[in-house]
């Protein structure tokens, strides 16, 4: 996935200290998980970008994998709204020169405060500028905070620019742009409002993979996407989105997710097929229309625009077929007004 971003902008993904080039810098950098990459993120990326173009210098994210609570607190760890194919690539798109993605481990996160930006920030990135929130902590233990890099800077030679939270200025209340609202909003399901806070439809990433056929047998055949998506999976329930395939047909990489062409209309059924009793939590997703897909073994990107209904359990196959049409029917009515970008 690091070549296909590469191809589309001109962004740098580095895995890792050792790629990045000798010399590199000066550069202003920003450090953060950017888990969604919602608009409080784009915000401050599309500015630090726009700065650093000003003076002349590179503009950079450090940003980690995993989320660093999936290895400090795994077992209670929350799910992650976007997975790094993701992340990286909407990154990407707010005009940075360059992400240094870090493996975070246990020993990464052994290092003191200075170990930490002796090593990043001064002699792998020669930051002139550094831009982080007034929480701020890095370092063993979380032992760093913005006093501590304040005076790290003084010391090293860069400057600390402190961002301040961005809030929402629609009807919450001017609520703070947060991960954590982003999750509380998909697990309710309010994916229009998500949406809003992301600045673009919520997205599930994964593999097409086989499914029981039930949906080809009553006449609409759907995409089954893998257990393990990339991506927070809703609540439950029948949503109207955009089915997107990641590969043309000859296996050409889609270069760009947004682009309007790639969308298909699509009904997106989300929970246990409680009719069937089934047991397994699964994402499928019904091409409107279309029952010549075959896209098993592809790798697709489901979008969700608005969640049509909860998922209920039916007491008949035919009060469910009844039940879908009117589902079908209103996603189609949904996405004939959306705009596909």
Excluded: C
Aim: charged residues 25%.
């Amino acid at each position: 996935m690091t070549d296909v971003i590469a191809e589309r902008t001109a962004v740098r993904v580095w895995h890792g200290l050792t790629q990045v080039p000798d010399g590199f810098g000066p550069s202003m950098v920003t450090i953060g998980n950017f888990d969604g990459v919602h608009l409080g993120h784009q915000t401050v990326l599309r500015r630090l970008a726009a700065d650093a173009k000003v003076a002349g210098q590179a503009a950079v994210a450090i940003t980690f994998t995993p989320h660093p609570l999936h290895v400090h607190r795994p077992h209670d760890a929350p799910p992650l709204v976007t997975g790094d194919t993701d992340r990286l690539e909407l990154l990407a798109a707010t005009g940075l020169d360059a992400v240094l993605l870090v493996d975070y481990t246990l020993d990464f996160a052994a290092q003191s405060p200075e170990e930490f930006v002796r090593t990043y920030l001064v002699d792998a990135l020669h930051a002139t500028t550094v831009v982080v929130g007034r929480d701020t902590r890095f370092g063993r233990g979380n032992s760093g905070d913005l006093t501590t890099l304040v005076g790290l800077g003084e010391r090293f030679g860069f400057a600390v620019r402190v961002v301040e939270d961005i809030a929402d200025s629609g009807d919450d209340a001017r609520r703070r742009w947060s991960s954590t609202w982003l999750r509380e909003l998909l697990a309710a399901g309010d994916v229009v409002t998500a949406a809003r806070v992301l600045g673009r439809p919520h997205r599930i990433r994964g593999m097409v993979v086989l499914g029981d056929a039930r949906g080809r047998r009553l006449g609409y055949p759907t995409a089954n996407l893998e257990p393990e998506t990339a991506g927070m999976v809703p609540a439950d329930g029948v949503y109207a989105g955009w089915l997107r395939r990641t590969r043309t047909a000859d296996g050409t990489p889609v270069l760009d997710q947004a682009e309007p062409s790639s969308a298909m209309p699509a009904a997106v059924s989300i929970g246990t097929n409680p009719t069937f009793d089934g047991q397994a939590r699964r994402v499928e997703a019904y091409v409107l229309g279309r029952d010549d897909l075959e896209l098993y073994g592809e790798e697709v990107v489901v979008e969700l625009l608005v969640r049509l209904r909860p998922m209920v359990r039916f007491e008949s196959v035919d009060e469910l077929l009844a039940q879908i049409a009117v589902d079908v029917a209103q996603a189609r009515e949904v996405l004939d007004r959306a705009d596909r970008r």
